[in-house]
């Protein structure tokens, strides 16, 4: 079983609707988690980090966390066609970072 | 404030060589990572150092790579003879401490490696 498991996509929304990402993992202990953002040919950017169980938003993203369901995505509002890019998510385990295999976002116009 | 420094940004080998890379930290930030990033994967942690010791290097092939940290800041990582599979792009990353809940780090521009 993989340690964080995303659907590689590619996930198709048009412009201005809302793209839903999203993340499991196995590691029951993990506390931190985080989404990372990144463009073809780029470095992985961090977006959203979180910490506790439900909502977290900043701007146009928002980040759920469920511990007991082991599942934590990424909603984002709006979508324009910049968000076009491949989401990580990423699991803290014992001081490290686990990664998924990311999923690839499309937004048309 | 300065980001990741990494170079060189790319390298084309062919196998059996060897090649180095070299990564510059966040000035002040004590813990730096080195991932593997092959296509259509996420980073893999290779190995991470807290100043100028390591933390982790167990997915570190320790037969062919190797890595260093001297002074605590500049690292260079190496791989010597290269195959054909370690063709991918190499993160370095770079956080101001080795926190359980703040564990944000800031990738370099990668290093893109093609072994023929």
């Known amino acids: 079983q993989k340690e964080v498991e995303q659907n590689s996509g590619p996930l198709s929304v048009p412009e201005g609707a809302i793209a839903s990402l999203n993340c499991t993992y196995s590691?029951?202990?993990?506390?931190?988690f985080f989404w990372y953002r990144q463009y073809s040919g780029k470095s992985p950017e961090l977006i959203m980090f979180?910490?506790?169980?439900g909502d977290k938003e900043d701007g146009r993203f928002t980040a759920q966390l469920n511990k007991a369901s082991q599942y934590v995505s990424l909603l984002i509002r709006d979508s324009q066609p910049s968000d076009s890019a491949t989401y990580l998510c990423?699991?803290?385990?014992?001081?490290?970072?686990?990664f998924g295999t990311g999923t690839r976002l499309q937004v048309f116009p | 404030e300065a980001g990741v420094a990494q170079s060189p940004r790319y390298k084309i080998i062919e196998k059996r060589q060897s090649v180095a890379f070299w990564c510059n930290p966040i000035?002040?930030?004590?813990?730096l990572y080195w991932y593997q990033q092959i296509l259509g994967q996420g980073p893999k942690l290779l190995i991470q150092?807290?100043?100028?010791?390591?933390?982790?290097d167990s997915q570190l092939p320790k037969d062919r790579f190797s890595a260093e940290r001297l002074k605590g800041v500049d690292s260079t990582l190496k791989i010597q003879p290269a195959k054909l599979e370690d063709s991918a792009v190499y993160l370095c990353?770079?956080?101001?401490?080795?926190?359980?809940?703040?564990?944000?780090?800031?990738f370099g521009p990668g290093t893109r490696l093609t072994v023929l």
């Open positions: 990353a770079s956080s101001p401490w080795a926190g359980t809940l703040a564990n944000e780090q800031f």
């Open positions: 590691d029951r202990g993990s506390q931190s």
């Open positions: 979180i910490y506790s169980n």
């Open positions: 990423a699991v803290e385990n014992t001081d490290k970072l686990i």
């Open positions: 000035s002040g930030h004590a813990t």
């Open positions: 150092f807290q100043n100028n010791g390591v933390v982790d």
